[in-house]
Nanobody, 123 residues
């Protein structure tokens, strides 16, 4: 079982940037698609971005396209989410997760979830 730990969240102002990290405990991270999701209280977990195991393909939610960039460093068993031009509506707990099946956008298709990191964007 791969253990994931997210970090890099914080409180920022609208227009600022943050980079989230997702550290995996095992090299099996390298054979999995990595996804980032976010969730606010009372709402379902929402797809943000995904990247294939070799980084060749990425996918983004329309709401973050052009502002967020997903990447990974397999040598470090670490994934990243660079978030620029942050908006108050980006406020959420952000989670990373892994899957070995394609590049899905549904949370139910992912396993190995981290504990999440809070991102708060003030206006």
């Amino acid at each position: 079982q791969v253990h994931l730990v997210e970090s890099g969240g914080g409180v920022v102002q609208a227009g600022d940037s943050l980079r989230l990290s997702c550290q995996a405990s095992e090299r099996s991270f390298n054979i999995a698609t990595m996804g980032w999701f976010r969730q606010t209280p009372g709402k379902e977990r929402e797809f943000v971005a995904a990247i294939t195991r070799n980084g060749a393909m990425t996918n983004y939610a329309d709401s973050v396209k052009g502002r967020f960039t997903i990447s990974r460093d397999n040598a470090k068993n670490t994934g990243y989410l660079q978030m620029n031009s942050l908006r108050p509506e980006d406020t959420a707990v952000y989670y990373c997760a892994l899957t070995v099946v394609g590049m899905p956008t549904l949370p139910s298709h992912y396993g190995n979830w981290g504990q999440g990191t809070q991102v708060t964007v003030s206006s």
